[in-house]
């Protein structure tokens, strides 16, 4: 429904709809491109996005959008809609006199992208200012591993400017970045993110002691 209020708002800023080349979704998430088919409509401009989620767009996939979380009660309408144009890592967009390049940084999904501009940083959903990041679930593709080197590669790159999906632009902190990498890390051994994990060290330990014969340590009883 917010289509047409995010129209009104790029009119309000002298913008011609008929400038629009591109309309590019960054990754396959519903709050982001739920309303894909219907902006196509209007700005009569190509789709363009990854390979890697170009499927979960055609095809309008629930999952894998996020657009039916029934545990919770959430079913939003996903329309599919065709991707014109496949963006890869190193692809260079150019928008007047400027130029962006195009980042694969996969982790929170599969197929997310993020924008180069001189020292600024479109950043997707890899990092907040408060130092979260995009919702990690095995349902959608995320990959904790693919997402700590997505971190690690804005952190190392040069830019000075992060510029995400969710909240306000803010200036990169190093600081911050790296203790949202060692909470990352930690993520890798905790039952806590089910498949997404890579391991969870207790229950290696619990199935050697019972293998051995050995009875948990319950102190006094």
Same mark, same amino acid.
């Not at 940084?105 to 197929?111: E, F, I, L, R």
């Given at each position: 429904?917010?289509?047409?209020?995010?129209?009104?708002? #790029?009119?309000? /800023?002298?913008?011609? +709809?008929?400038?629009?080349?591109? #309309?590019?979704?960054?990754?396959?998430?519903?709050?982001? &491109?739920?309303?894909?088919?219907?902006?196509?409509?209007?700005?009569?401009?190509?789709?363009?996005?990854?390979?890697?989620?170009?499927?979960? +767009?055609?095809?309008?996939?629930?999952?894998?959008?996020?657009?039916?979380?029934?545990?919770?009660?959430?079913?939003?309408?996903?329309?599919?809609?065709?991707?014109?144009?496949?963006?890869?890592?190193?692809?260079? #967009?150019?928008?007047?006199?400027?130029?962006?390049?195009?980042?694969?940084?996969?982790?929170?999904?599969?197929?997310?992208?993020?924008?180069? /501009?001189?020292?600024? +940083?479109?950043?997707?959903?890899?990092?907040?200012?408060?130092?979260?990041?995009?919702?990690?679930?095995?349902?959608?593709?995320?990959?904790?591993?693919?997402?700590?080197?997505?971190?690690?590669?804005?952190?190392?790159?040069?830019?000075?400017?992060?510029?995400?999906?969710?909240?306000?632009?803010?200036?990169?902190?190093?600081?911050?970045?790296?203790?949202?990498?060692?909470?990352?890390?930690?993520?890798?051994?905790?039952?806590?993110?089910?498949?997404?994990?890579?391991?969870?060290?207790?229950?290696?330990?619990?199935?050697?002691?019972?293998?051995?014969?050995?009875?948990?340590?319950?102190?006094? &009883?």
């Amino acid at each position: 429904e917010t289509v047409g209020e995010i129209v009104d708002l #790029i009119r309000g /800023m002298d913008f011609s +709809l008929a400038n629009c080349r591109m #309309i590019i979704a960054t990754h396959a998430d519903a709050d982001h &491109i739920q309303g894909l088919a219907r902006a196509k409509e209007i700005f009569k401009a190509p789709i363009a996005a990854h390979p890697d989620c170009s499927k979960a +767009l055609e095809e309008g996939d629930p999952i894998l959008t996020f657009a039916s979380i029934k545990a919770q009660g959430i079913e939003i309408p996903m329309k599919p809609v065709k991707v014109d144009r496949r963006l890869s890592e190193g692809d260079v #967009i150019t928008v007047g006199d400027q130029s962006l390049s195009v980042w694969h940084t996969p982790g929170h999904a599969a197929g997310q992208l993020a924008f180069k /501009m001189g020292d600024a +940083l479109f950043s997707g959903d890899n990092i907040y200012k408060d130092g979260c990041v995009g919702v990690i679930d095995a349902h959608h593709g995320s990959d904790i591993v693919q997402f700590i080197a997505s971190i690690e590669r804005i952190r190392d790159d040069d830019s000075v400017f992060l510029l995400p999906s969710h909240g306000p632009a803010f200036r990169k902190d190093k600081a911050v970045l790296d203790a949202t990498i060692q909470r990352l890390r930690g993520y890798l051994q905790m039952a806590d993110f089910g498949t997404c994990a890579t391991s969870w060290p207790l229950l290696d330990v619990w199935e050697r002691d019972v293998m051995a014969g050995r009875l948990p340590n319950l102190g006094n &009883i």
